[in-house]
């Protein structure tokens, strides 16, 4: 199990320091009922640094989610520490470090894309002509500028999605946690919000927690892939992803990227294998699956 | 299925406890602004002899407009005139009359509801010649026909099941039709693949979608039903039922206002009762269905 | 990257297609109204119906013409009636929805509580209030319209506060909203298609309120007494013709509400005019 904080993109070359620490993290749900409650994460240790775009990729339940949610301060950990930013994750979340995009974009239906983008910025008292500028340049920086008058429902799924990214960073924050933004988009769309979200990355300098089910999408977008095991969740493995740093569509045919996959592939068999103990239908279906694709 | 029992069991208790409060500040606001009042008697053997001089005088709370609850019961258990029947006895008489004709209304309404409805679902044209007056004349208060309708025909108790049945067709065919076209078009498909007819479709897969819309206006249908049965009884001066037994205590308010409460009583019950038979038909005729959110 | 999908507007479809397409709609609708109007008339002409329940269309037409002052009147009043007890009823709803909302622990209790006095036929309780505030007052037909009112509007805000997406709740969470703005920019604006819904039904509701509760007492010249005195009589055209304006009432304040809900929902589907 290796562990390595590689900071490839520092934007504060004065603060070196981690942005997020989890420290033996475990999660309990349902604890306090006799008969004990369902082990969500087991031990959990993971540095990221700054400006890093780490992937989380595991089977169904094994906890990924859940770690997304504790970063966030959306969930509390049964035991261990989470530590965003050098403050405690509940600290930061009310200093509203992070910008969260979930897999539905959960866009108000009563507002304008721009309004929509504006939220975080009411909430946090912007005034309201500096508002305005900042999610136009939030839309302009996702390529919808021209689309702020419209209404969500008339946007693509996709295009949903690049407004809710919008609204992520319109606080301009230092972390986006991501819950498997583009599971929901058709294979193409998906590649080409990929390259889209590298871009934004690049751009911004925003360290990056990524949620995802596809090991092919966690290879490219990612300076490194950490593979959890199924449920209670554990991490199997750290892979450092050495793929160059402008990553385009041809990047897609390396071989370095082929055999990168491969290795997560066999991450997520070996994580299966390895989980002894209590295994639920649910993950023996989602290991048959891992297994399918690992040899698909 | 033991949680779900608990939480009915929670609401049963949270109800007794709602209106127990609601009788204890009744009493509370006699105690404090009605008229006064002496508990004179013997009860086990010791003798009582309370008077109580409440220090405000409020016009709503005064015996004449609230009596006290103890009254109200108490006049439930005598007779209104000398050797006839005690008063709940003739109430529970009332409520068993309004009900028979609120349950023959409800019947010939639903049915001729169901019929109509399977009728504008199944020819488009007549759908849209009618549909437009079963929604305006949900927004007319039907309610005003019911003297005209009950004097005019002249038929007596019918005409009360008539106004009821008045009251609960609309309700009825706007579910049938909304329930008969929510059937999944997929199992439509599947029928029409095994050669079934349009009756069979009908019986085994469109009818029983429409099930749960149904029942959700059967419990609206089934209020409206003892509603418009007492409405009915008003301008015919049927005397048997609760409208009668309205009128006529509300005739005598000033020298006995515990009846008028009484008979309040009685409808209440009336209506509740016809709410629970339908909630219980519902449990019955949906039992095996999948539990989810009321189709409103 | 530009995706050309909906960026059109999706909303009204303009242009002579529409509206050819809506009149073709509407034909059959407007050909029973028409039909029926002319095969009552034609019954009772030739068939010599006598008067009772349903009399000539034109005969009430001419009842109408002919007594129309007193019975405006008395639409007025009722009308007054509805309106009143509707705006106390909604706002009484909206109140202890909104605070009803917010409670879990009130909500366990008094939301099952309000659903079963919804089914009390709450109408029992008119010549309770005629003998509170007295029949000539219209404040005791206002408070059974508003009662009538008041416990639908109050169920749907609590239904539509509380139908609040789970993911948009956490996105609050991570932006560190006060549980004030969860509250006017979240659960509001996820509650109002609920809250309009129940005013549809409240103004019918205030109006059979009204006019019912005149049925146990109220001065003459109100639409209640109006139509029970006339059918008492036998005169049923002029029964009849307060009945059109009782609708007329209702549909009023229906549409009244409709209006509303266009100018506070533009966005809603129900208004969006998609199919």
Redesign the interface.
Known sequence: MTDSTDPTHTTDPTDSSAVVEISKVSKVFGGEKKGGGVEALREIDLTVGRGEFVSLIGPSGCGKSTLLRLIGDLTNPTSGSVTVNGKTAHRARLDRDYGIVFQSPVLFDWRTVEKNVQLPLEVSGVPSAERTTRAREMLDLVELGSFAQNRPWQLSGGMQQRVAIARALALKPQILLMDEPFGALDEMTRERMNLELLRVWQATGTTIVFVTHSIPEAVFLSTRVVVMSARPGRITNIIDIDLPRDRNVDTRELERYFELVTQVRESLRHGEAASGGAVHGSVEADALRVRAEGLG | MARGRSRQIRRALGLIVIVGALLVIWEVAKFIGGDPWRLHGNVLGVQIDFFHNPPFRWRIVTDQSLPHVWNVIHTMTVPVQVNRPILASLLFDNMLFTMRGAATGFALGSAFGLMLGIVLANVRLLERALVPYVVISQTIPIIAVAPVIVIGLRAGTFSVALVAAYLTFFPVTIAALRGLRAADPRAIELMRSLAAGRWEVLRKVRLPAAAPYLFTAFKISATASVVGAIVGELPAGLREGLGGALLNFNQYYTIAPERLWAALLFAAAAGIVAFLLVVAAERFALRGYRPSEEPA | ?A?A??????RFRRGSHGIARRVR??T??I???VGFILLWQGAVQLLDIQR??LPAPFAIGQSFVEYFPEIWAAASYTAYEAVGGLVIGVTAGLLVGLITGRWVGLR???L??AI?V????I???A??M???FGLANPLSKMMIAALLVFFPVMINTVRGLISV?P??L?????????DF?VLT??RI?TA?PFIF?SL?IA??LA??GA??GE???APRAS??QY??QH??Y?D?ER??A??IL??A???S??VAVLIAERLV?P??SSVRGVE
């Open positions: 990257m995706v999908t909906s960026t059109t507007s999706t709609d509407w059959p609708a050909a029973v109204a009772f329940v366990e209790s008094l099952p509580f079963a919804n089914s009390v036929p109408i029992a309780f010549p309770i005629n003998n509170w997406d993911s948009a956490e996105l609050m969470r991570s932006t560190a909203a006060t703005a920019k979240l604006p109002l819904t549809k103004a019918t109006t059979i006019i019912v049925y146990f007492g639409l209640g139509i029970v059918a008492a036998f049923f029964s009849w307060a009945i009782a609708a009432i209702g549909i304040l229906y929902m966005w809603h």
